[in-house]
């Protein structure tokens, strides 16, 4: 089974701050996902980076995958009470059978305060 | 287009009670997959679906079915409710891509089994 360890579990920061969230795996991903839940919802996909290295950048958020796709970092610069939620990585195996099955990280849950 | 859609909402069951919870979506997507959310859990998969006619389990099965007689819809079933099932459940499809399967979820259901 492949894992996905996401650190911190939780953050709360005050407006305007930065920080950085982290997913880890000891297993080689094909690719990684980033989803954002607010309370009451269910995810909603942010990003998803397939190639080792990779940096995509959405507004203020700034995601990399390492380079060899064991780990994936977000970044957020000058946070927003908008950014609050809980943030998820998620990714398919690299190969083989359960191709289809996607492992989840336990998130991050992110508190901005005004 | 309404994307991923679920019903109810809310639900209250007693012990050893049955239940469906429904999910529907119109994207025309293959694969489609059930999750349930609990604190320091994280999401974990229940069962999924490759195409109508096609499903298998997933990492907590036990005490749930599926059926997939169309491309669109595919029910959940509580067979006889234990409090352990108590829990938020999310609908998710995707086009089934081996290497991204980017997942869309719907709006969840939040399941108390008394």
């Known amino acids: 089974t492949q894992l996905l360890e996401q650190s911190p579990q939780f953050l709360s920061i005050q407006e305007g701050e930065n920080l950085t969230v982290y997913c880890n795996s000891s297993?080689?991903?094909?690719?990684l996902q980033w989803y954002r839940q607010e309370p009451g919802e269910g995810p909603v996909l942010l990003v998803t980076?397939?190639?080792?290295?990779e940096v995509k950048k959405l507004k203020r958020l700034t995601f990399q995958f390492g380079d060899a796709r064991k780990d994936s970092s977000l970044h957020i610069t000058a946070a927003q009470p908008g950014d609050t939620g809980l943030y998820l990585c998620?990714?398919?195996?690299?190969?083989?059978?359960?191709?289809?099955?996607?492992?989840f990280g336990k998130g991050t849950k992110l508190s901005v305060i005004p | 287009n309404a994307g991923v859609t679920q019903t109810p909402k809310f639900q209250v069951l007693k012990t050893g009670q049955s239940m469906t919870l429904q999910c529907a979506q119109d994207?025309?997507?293959?694969?489609m997959s059930w999750y349930r959310q609990d604190p320091g859990m994280g999401l974990r998969l229940i069962h999924y679906?490759?195409?109508?006619?096609?499903?298998d389990q997933g990492e907590v099965p036990n005490g749930y079915n599926v059926s997939r007689s169309t491309t669109e819809d595919f029910p959940l079933r509580l067979l006889s409710a234990a409090p352990s099932q108590t829990s938020v459940y999310f609908c998710?499809?995707?086009?089934?891509?081996?290497?991204?399967?980017?997942?869309?979820f719907g709006p969840g259901t939040r399941l108390t089994v008394l």
């Open positions: 998710a499809s995707s086009y089934g891509s081996r290497l991204y399967n980017e997942q869309f």
């Open positions: 297993s080689v991903f094909s690719s």
């Open positions: 980076v397939v190639t080792g290295g």
């Open positions: 998620a990714g398919p195996p690299h190969s083989g059978a359960g191709s289809y099955q996607l492992t």
């Open positions: 994207m025309n997507h293959e694969y």
């Open positions: 679906s490759v195409g109508a006619g096609i499903t």
